[in-house]
């Protein structure tokens, strides 16, 4: 998808300062600049990367004021992040551009496959389930009895799809996905633990995506539910009866415990894990690696295990570092007071 | 499946309090109840519920005694928890009736397949696999040569269990699960690691239930031992040569390194991490995020990381948040001490 | 594969100390050796198990002094560590001598596939892919387009490649492996998050082996880079952007998040996690559960979160531990303090 640098500005209601006949053919990161490539300056801790980069254009803010001379070309834009953004979704879009039914896959009796689908070869459609509009269900994937897919849902390959799970509109799922598993539930009995079926299901609200190898199970009794907008890096664990709330971004490795319930606009670092059946608020902020215990209010910024908030996180890393230091204090202060105790034995009883 | 209340309480040697009549579509936690669904109410913290509950029945405990009027419909049991579980195991099993040999699948010449199996298509049997009675394996499963698979078996969809791998009786193993893959095993060599082959294989005995991707790699040489009821939740790592024993539970993304030895009857939360090469007892208990750097023995309930038992993690916690003021009132007292010491020296010393 | 001591010695250039006509059929860890198999002893720490063993054979170095008399019959070689291996890898490869194209598989017009290769049943090569010489993909696998792989690559099976990614010669991939899935990149807009589309891909390049559910996502722009000789465990995680150096090793479940550099000949212990954009240098040793959030040089030792070096790390730990005692004695000092005051107080003030 060649383009001139005139072109692209067009397209992104941008203005070029240089060359517009200059050909573009790739993208990249400002540091990685190659001819032929557009690049992007979005934040100024990258300013200096602009007076060397071997790109062929950069896209910069319409503020952006150059503190040295720039070779490459410019497209100033109101939002140079956005504009990039943008972009590359175009480009994205069109290598997803996969269309009709391959053979062979398994379609049970009764599923309607709606005209404008794509299923790839070695795919699964249990009976009862249903697909909504431009849909893409990459090859070996499994959709069991009665799920309903929305509009414009991707599965890449190899997503698994329990049964009676619900997915929204706008999802996309990473290979290796798994909704719907049995949640871990067992009751001790007679020295083993017994099974305790689970029959509730996973509601996927619209415009979530999860990551490759991510696995959120099914329901005891109702529904794990993860909320519109919510975005699930991979590997992550979401255990039954979770919820997650709208637009919740969770990194990868990350685990909830069964019945927790996490609040809106969380962020969640890579590696956190959640207690169980705790609540979480809106609009907090996890370091990586933290463990949260129990319930959490609202825009708290939290670290550690069992996670503080970062300013006593930093506090607690600082003075534990420092114990060496406080032990030899303590001790010199010990024989100071020893010493003063003798003196004052030695004289002042004397007295 | 729709029954009254008489009829449950019929299938369960249970005691109706209220209106046998009312019927039951469906079931749901306590907290979550609606018309028409039978509810459970084994544990007291939750009692509060069953005096506003929507459910049409709740079943309660023999001994249950109400504290205010209660307007929904009982059902007394010996155990509630037990009765419940069963009740979900009932409908449970009802979802998983699927039977025959769908097509098209890949079976190796010579495999012998039972009369009852399910076998999804897609799925791949190779050479010199035997499977049990009453085996369930759905789309998309790979089965290597020589594996030998009990009765009762579910495999979900995806499963993947290399060559020489064994699975016992009644095992239930989730989609995306690895059985068998390689152990991570190499040897330096010029500058270089060189793969050390891993020949041996994994045995998983009765009873075990595996969660949604989780790996368990073969032995370098003898095997990989899952011991009967072990449960293991999704996305955990059981490295080469691990052993873990009788009825241990494991929860999500937990990791065990190889040659590691776990007992019977641990219950390990989620995210923990056992080094190699090391023995734990039974009936130990690990907190979530734990880590375990050498062997342990019977009976302990270890948190942190190292771990250590949970009343000294408990103090650890509060003596670290406690720094600040420990770092404050050793200063407090070096001041106090310098100024005995100035009164001292001041007025003692010219005595 | 049936040999006698004699003919193994041959073939590995050893010298038998006992019987050369005894049979080995199998291979064993010295301290589980069994009549008929060979077995080594490579590290003193396990020389008393070749004073009790049962194996048939056991392979040591020429320099193995005996302290006590040996019942089994010994076979001398340079390096028994590498012999055991290299018999091990000759075993383990007969066991991969699959070939051929099974049926059926989706291969896309255009695709060219060499005569050595094998194509496991339900595999699916996309459009443009690639495929080099003795090239082994199990079934189930899918192969995206344009897609590049080297010669002598084993895919194992369930494994996905997406779009454009190219794998190096001489790799290993385990099951449920996903590479090049998209990198986590969203920006905030109008209080939701957008997808930035990642049009990068994946390098893996040569002598790699990926374990079980392990994933690499996809750069956003230009290429997140495995380099040749890497070992990763299973379930990794690898974000956009990354770079691991050559023959880095990674054990299970550890995270590398988006942009991290990570230089050559590093080890990685199971569930580290690395915050993303840092730099980390060479031969550098990470133990289990580290979280390292920000760059670090070359030749260190590292430990805890956040990482400090091993002797730091351990010096931490004994003094949080010790703190009950140290607060103890704080007290102690206070009081202790508060005596001589009040004595000073009574008696000098009163001269």
Partial sequence: MEMTV???????????????????????????GKEGCLTFMANTKYEHFIYETQ??????????????PIRTNLIRVDNAYATIAMLLNMVGSMQQNRRG????????????????????????????ATLGKNVKIYPQCYIGDNVKIGDNVILYPGVKVYHDCC???????????????????????????????????????DNVEIGANTTIDRATMGSTVVKKGVKL?????????????????IAAQAGIAGSAKI???????????????????????????SGIPKSVGDNNILMGYPAVNQIDFARQVANVKNL?????????????????????????NNI
């Fill in 263 to 289: 609040g809106s606009y969380n962020m969640i670092g890579g590696q956190c894990g959640f207690a169980g059946h705790i609540n979480v608020g809106d609009h907090n902020s996890f370091g990586a690696q």
């Fill in 55 to 68: 790109a062929s254009a950069v896209l910069v803010g319409k503020d952006f004021v150059a503190k040295q």
């Fill in 167 to 205: 997915i929204g509109n706008n999802c996309i799922l990473h290979s290796g996905v798994v909704i719907g598993g049995d949640g871990f539930g067992f009751a001790p009995e007679n020295g083993e633990y017994k099974k305790i079926a689970q029959i509730g299901n996973v509601i996927i609200e």
């Fill in 6 to 32: 005139g072109q692209i500005a067009a397209l992104v209601n941008g203005i070029v300062e240089g060359d517009s006949n200059v050909k573009i053919n790739g993208y990249s990161k400002i540091e990685e």
């Fill in 324 to 348: 060496s230091r406080t032990n030899a204090e303590l001790s010199a202060l010990k024989k100071q007071v020893k010493e003063l105790q003798e003196i004052i034995e030695s004289k002042i």
């Fill in 233 to 249: 890096d991979n590997l992550i664990q979401i255990a039954h009866n979770v919820e997650v709330g709208e637009h919740t971004v």
């Fill in 101 to 128: 039914v391959e053979d062979p896959v398994y379609v049970s009796d009764g599923v309607n496959l709606p005209e404008d689908i794509y299923l790839g070869a070695f795919t699964y459609i249990s009976k009862g």
